[in-house]
């Protein structure tokens, strides 16, 4: 158990509905970071959150959007969802930054239908 | 840019016996930093091995160990007595210095055979 907890841990929508999956960091962890697993894709960055600030964007959609809370929690919105959202998507989280620290939640799985 | 690759989708491995699997990394960056994972069927990423690119010394971590040879810009795995429990998608990463995000490559599926 890493520490990082991600909920739901499944989520089944159909196409041009809105979720948020959540992820809760370590203890003490300010870095949160959302990662992509897709079947054509594999596993891409999404955005980087260092102590409620952005710090770094990667691949992420437009239709996507992230915030990380005062308590550090963070939340991934996606929005227009469509069949090739579905994926894992994973949540890590690093007291500072510095890929070494990162700590992987167990992934939300989303399926759109 | 950084580019991981990783060029055998899938590899076979008797238990009890060693397996090399293959990463090469592209990047202009000076300082930068390569990682293993392992994705069990169950789906979570469990982090392995690290070697910095300033290391000296080939990192190693009980039963796993990082080939790296910077000239040739690879960042091998080997697992060193295969057990059944090591049959999962491994994943070479890589950080860009001062990035603090991944960059996967496509992974390998390791099957360890009884």
């Known amino acids: 158990d890493s520490g990082v907890t991600q909920t739901p841990k499944h989520l089944i929508t159909a196409t041009g509905q809105r979720v948020t999956l959540r992820c809760s960091p370590r203890s003490g962890d300010l870095s949160v970071y959302w990662y992509q697993q897709s079947l054509d894709q594999g596993l891409q960055f999404l955005i980087h959150?260092?102590?409620?600030?952005?710090?770094a964007k990667g691949n992420i959609l437009e239709r996507f959007s992230a915030q990380q809370f005062p308590d550090l929690h963070s939340e991934l919105n996606l929005s227009s969802l469509e069949l090739g959202d579905s994926a894992l998507y994973f949540c890590?989280?690093?007291?500072?930054?510095?890929?070494?620290?990162?700590?992987f939640g167990p992934g939300t799985r989303l399926t759109v239908t | 840019a950084q580019k991981i690759t990783q060029t055998q989708p899938g590899m076979f491995v008797q238990e009890k016996e060693a397996v090399t699997l293959d990463c090469t990394y592209d990047t202009s960056d000076p300082s930068y930093g390569l990682f293993w994972y392992k994705q069990p069927s169950s789906g979570e990423m469990i982090f392995l091995i690290y070697q910095g690119s300033y290391d000296q010394q080939n990192a190693t971590e009980g039963r796993y160990s990082l080939n790296f040879q910077k000239a040739r810009k690879s960042a091998n795995l080997v697992i060193s007595a295969s057990q059944l429990g090591d049959s999962a998608m491994y994943f070479c990463?890589?950080?860009?210095?001062?990035?603090?995000?991944?960059?996967f490559g496509k992974g390998t599926k390791l099957s360890v055979i009884p």
């Open positions: 990463a890589m950080e860009g210095a001062g990035s603090y995000q991944l960059t």
């Open positions: 890590a989280s690093s007291v500072s930054g510095g890929a070494y620290e990162q700590y």
């Open positions: 959150y260092y102590n409620g600030e952005e710090r």
